[in-house]
């Protein structure tokens, strides 16, 4: 043997142990010997592929191409280094070359069809594979390929005719999931899970397999079998951040947010620059009612891809559900610019802009949208809200019977037309509005309700209490309800049922200000001086500018005498409202109570400085300068024994 065959051989040797340095050393000794050995080159350029030199590699297959320019397999092999360094283009014609010289080269065939497929000419790639397969009929690997660039091509059966023909005998894992993807492309997806089951069945640790049989049952619906197979494939590959996502978004999906918040993170922490995720987060973070950091989700995504309307839209909602209507009609408006045309979006700025009680833009909003969707009743009925608020009851009106008209069923609708009625005072209209509405919702409380006030506004009492009653029948919580029910009832002379209707209310929501208002008025009403000072201090600790509740609780303080009480409730309110004249008279009342006559004197004077037309004050006044007057005649007056000067 020459010392150019034992190289060889020695070098072959290496290269079946996987010894690629040493292979290498040995095929450069041969070439020693032999430097133009074409296929000792082709051997080395393998060697030199391996230990991921593909530069030299190609280098060398060239030089040997410049002396023999004929031989197939060296173009074949040149268009694979070519194909390692990402240039698609000069490998595909490499093999087209090997083709040209060898037409029945079956591998350059499928190498071309490999490399048309990476440069997007799915259908050059197409016929390569076809014509690999041709002349290599039983080829799994041309087959697998084959099928998945008919699935790209958007020919999902033809991809599935491919992948079954290449499985005549022994399983092949590569077609046995071309297969399943053909499959999941026609929605045959308890085929297409089948499918994956075979795989993973040949292939216990086939990631793919696992991750595709996953979304074959969730697209199935069959989420929560779903669960395992995805965590599977993401057990199996721990570091790919789309096997995390998928993973992610099955939890979504099955309302699982905590586990889904994990598994979003996991994928960011893997991809960070994903937006698609960082929505998904936010998303899953919104519904677990963590607004803060779902804000902060979306804004990410919306910085790493400013067009995202998803996300912006998203952003816009979890504002509105925190209750921060500007930055709401800010998010909607940020949107709107990308799609000024989503009616969505348009009914959102509306809403937000209506909650800021900016009702002329809300209304234009709602016009927009209106007449990008004009069948949509809830629009017409939110246009008609926004009408109603800014005093406009009859343009009100229209919009919302144009929202009957396209939705006859639309019950707000109907609620608020007779709302608008009887805030026009046509309260027989509203009476009938609210009976038409009523026989199609028999047990709507609220429009139940809405008839008793509108027959309380035209003196039918007795009626409006029945109508009240009814309303709290189908809904024992309705506070306004009971409030109404104690209106007419105490209006009627029955303060003992009024005042239990209104506390009906309060035990429901104490802090309704409605109820304790009424509550106070049935006590007054009652003389009941020490429980009207209690439920007046209640409605005052609500709402500090509750005029009237001042009033009944210094009448009460007056009736029961408490004259340091009532000289205190006077000041608070003379603290905020010095030029308050009932106040300064109520405090000149309490001054006077407890004998400190200059201070009253001046009290009432400030009263009848700041409300010159009330003759009560002017009384007031001229009993405080009396009372002065008769507490310094006694003060001067001789005691006992003392004798008068001049006696």
């Known amino acids: 043997m020459d010392d150019f065959q034992r190289w060889c051989d020695q070098a072959r040797a290496r290269v079946v142990g996987g010894r690629f340095p040493e292979a290498e050393v040995a095929f450069r000794e041969a070439l020693r010997c032999r430097p133009a050995d074409g296929r000792v080159s082709a051997e080395l350029a393998v060697v030199l592929r391996r230990l991921r030199r593909p530069q030299e590699a190609e280098t060398l297959l060239r030089a040997t191409l410049d002396r023999a320019p004929s031989v197939a397999s060296t173009h074949a092999e040149l268009g694979a280094v070519l194909f390692e360094q990402a240039r698609f283009a000069d490998a595909a014609a490499a093999y087209r070359e090997a083709i040209r010289l060898r037409p029945d080269f079956a591998k350059a065939h499928l190498a071309l069809g490999l490399a048309c497929e990476r440069l997007g000419d799915h259908d050059a790639a197409a016929a390569a594979l076809r014509e690999g397969l041709r002349l290599k009929p039983g080829d799994a690997l041309a087959s697998a390929n084959l099928a998945r660039v008919l699935r790209r091509l958007r020919q999902p059966e033809s991809a599935e005719a491919v992948a079954r023909a290449s499985r005549p005998g022994a399983f092949d894992v590569e077609a046995g999931l071309a297969l399943a993807g053909a499959l999941m492309d026609q929605r045959r997806h308890p085929e297409a899970a089948e499918a994956f089951r075979a795989v993973i069945a040949a292939r216990p640790g086939e990631t793919r397999a696992h991750l595709g049989l ?378 006077q109570g407890q004998g400190l006559h200059d201070a009253a004197v001046t009290a009432w004077e400030a009263a009848v400085r700041l409300g010159p037309d009330m003759p009560r004050f002017r009384r007031g006044l001229s009993a405080a300068r009396r009372a002065r007057t008769l507490s310094e005649k006694r003060r001067n007056a001789p005691g006992p024994g003392r004798r008068r000067r001049g006696g």
């Open 214 to 591: 996953g979304l074959a049952l969730e697209r199935h619906g069959r989420r929560a079998q779903a669960t395992p197979a995805l965590r599977g494939a993401a057990r199996r590959r721990p570091d790919d951040p789309h096997v995390r996502e998928a993973l992610a978004l099955n939890l979504e999906r099955r309302r699982r947010f905590g586990e889904a918040a994990a598994a979003f993170r996991e994928t960011l922490r893997l991809a960070p620059g994903q937006a698609r995720v960082h929505y998904y987060l936010g998303v899953v973070q919104e519904r677990q009612g963590r607004f803060d950091e779902a804000a902060a989700a979306f804004l990410e995504a919306i910085r790493l891809r400013p067009r995202m309307r998803a996300a912006r839209a998203a952003l816009a909602l979890t504002y509105r559900r925190q209750g921060r209507w500007a930055a709401a009609a800010d998010a909607y408006a940020d949107a709107l610019r990308l799609a000024p045309d989503d009616v969505d979006l348009l009914a959102g700025l509306g809403w937000a802009l209506g909650a800021l009680g900016r009702y002329a833009e809300a209304e234009q909003a709602f016009r927009q949208a209106v007449a990008l969707s004009p069948d949509d009743g809830d629009l017409h009925y939110e246009l008609g809200v926004a009408l109603g608020r800014q005093g406009r009851h009859a343009e009100a009106e229209r919009a919302l019977r144009e929202a009957i008209r396209v939705e006859p069923d639309h019950i707000r609708a109907r609620a608020n037309v007779a709302l608008g009625l009887g805030r026009q005072g046509r309260h027989a209209d509203a009476e009938a509005a609210y009976r038409e509405a009523l026989t199609l919702s028999p047990e709507h409380p609220a429009l139940h309700r809405g008839l008793g006030v509108a027959l309380y506004w035209q003196g039918r009492h007795g009626e409006a209490e029945r109508a009240f009653e009814t309303a709290i029948r189908h809904k024992p919580d309705y506070v306004r309800a009971h409030c109404d029910l104690g209106e007419v009832l105490f209006e009627n002379g029955r303060a003992d049922e009024a005042e239990r209707a209104y506390r009906a209310a309060l035990g429901l929501k104490p802090d309704s200000l409605a109820a304790r208002f009424g509550l106070t008025r049935v006590l007054v009403g009652q003389a009941r001086w020490a429980d009207v000072e209690l439920a007046a201090r209640a409605v005052i600790e609500l709402s500090a500018d509750a005029a009237q509740a001042h009033f009944d609780l210094w009448h009460a303080l007056e009736e029961l005498e408490k004259w340091p009480e009532l000289e205190q409730a006077a000041r608070s309110v003379l603290d905020t409202k010095p030029e308050h004249a009932d106040a300064h008279a109520r405090l000149g009342r309490a001054l």
